[in-house]
């Protein structure tokens, strides 16, 4: 069964509560000569009392003889030397939170503390740096006796290591993609810096709470990001306009040069066929060559004499007829569409 701080002795009747009982009877059934015994029950009932401690579950009990250490307890009830021992208990269990590069009032108001909260990056640009260390008590016989002021010893221990990360980092990293780098960098120096000092102290987190330029420069600072947020526009505009206009421009000349391919068989192919049909007509030829010269002529005449004025004259008598030559015809050309249209 777990211990329960709120009934540490488990349902059962405080022992304590038994004695004071006890001894209260007995002083009442006591004649006045048992005055030294009444004095051994109220010594004995002193010494369990200043005896008895009892360790909260999120504790550690260290006990002290003489300011020397000599054991810890976990939770629960324990007795000590009286008037010899003494016992501290450290919230072994709670997360405790330290400031740095800033401070906050009991009305949850923040304020920057410019000599903490300045820092030099590598790229010898100055930033505010606002974060907070949150840490568990590991050896709680180390956390107590090992170093003094733990806390403050952690608050600047904490800030050193955040000044060698930010000191090998640039700027934009600090501000933007290289936060989370910064953090777990400064956790492990912080860390081992802290093992080195025994401090009997567990780093659980590094985390910035704001990183800022100075107010001084804030304005140039903002300038030079918008400047940035711009130039990422117009690559974004540039690209996306690349990612259009590239695809278009090979598809349209995957299209020619399909057109161009196509073309050039078909221009092939009809060569060829021409080609075949001349080969076989030559063949044919060859086997009739007069009997094709005369088809040839006849289908060359139809196709030019429809168009040309004719008079056919039978037999002997174009013989007797005077040829005549119509050169005046000839000489007079025909009006173009301008002069036509011209008055």
């Known amino acids: ?27 009442r059934q006591m004649p006045f000569r048992n005055i030294p015994a009444l004095i051994m029950v109220v010594a004995a009932v002193i010494l369990a009392w200043q005896g008895l401690f009892i360790v909260a579950p999120d504790e550690e009990g260290v006990v002290k003889r003489f300011g020397d250490v000599v054991r810890t307890v976990g939770p629960g009830p324990h007795f000590k030397i009286p008037f010899i021992e003494s016992v501290l208990q450290p919230k072994v269990q709670k997360l405790h939170r330290i400031e740095v590069g800033f401070h906050t009032d009991r009305q ?25 260390v949150q840490y568990k008590i590991k050896n709680a016989g180390d956390y107590l006796f090992r170093v003094a002021d733990i806390e403050e010893t952690i608050g600047k221990a904490a800030e050193a290591s955040m000044r060698e990360v930010i000191g090998k980092s640039k700027i934009d990293e600090a501000l933007t993609t290289g936060k989370a780098e910064i953090q777990q960098g400064t956790q492990a120096l912080l860390q081992g810096i802290l093992d080195q000092y025994q401090a009997g102290v567990q780093v ?54 399909n057109q161009a391919k196509g073309y050039a068989q078909a221009r092939l192919n009809r060569a060829e066929g021409e080609a075949n049909r001349f080969l076989k007509t030559l063949k044919e030829y060859e086997q009739a060559k007069e009997i094709i010269s005369k088809r040839i002529y006849i289908e060359t005449m139809e196709e030019v004499l429809p168009n040309v004025e004719k008079v056919i004259i039978e037999g002997k008598a174009g013989e007797r007829v005077l040829p005549y030559l119509p050169l005046e015809r000839l000489q007079k050309q025909p009006k173009t569409a301008e002069e036509k249209a011209s008055p």
């Open 1 to 27: 069964m777990a211990w329960d701080p709120k009934d540490p002795w488990g349902g059962k009747t405080d022992p304590i509560d038994d004695l004071l009982r006890q001894a209260q009877s007995q002083l």
């Open 204 to 257: 659980a987190a590094v985390q910035l709470q704001d990183v800022d330029p100075p107010e001084a420069v804030v304005a140039a600072f903002k300038d030079v990001a918008s400047a940035k947020e711009d130039r990422e526009k117009l690559i974004n505009q540039a690209q996306g306009y690349r990612n259009d206009i590239i695809p278009k421009a090979k598809g349209e000349a995957a299209q020619l040069v």
């Open 108 to 132: 949850g108001r923040q304020q920057m503390l410019p000599r903490e909260a300045l820092m030099l990056t590598g790229d010898e640009n100055i930033l505010a740096i606002e974060f907070i």
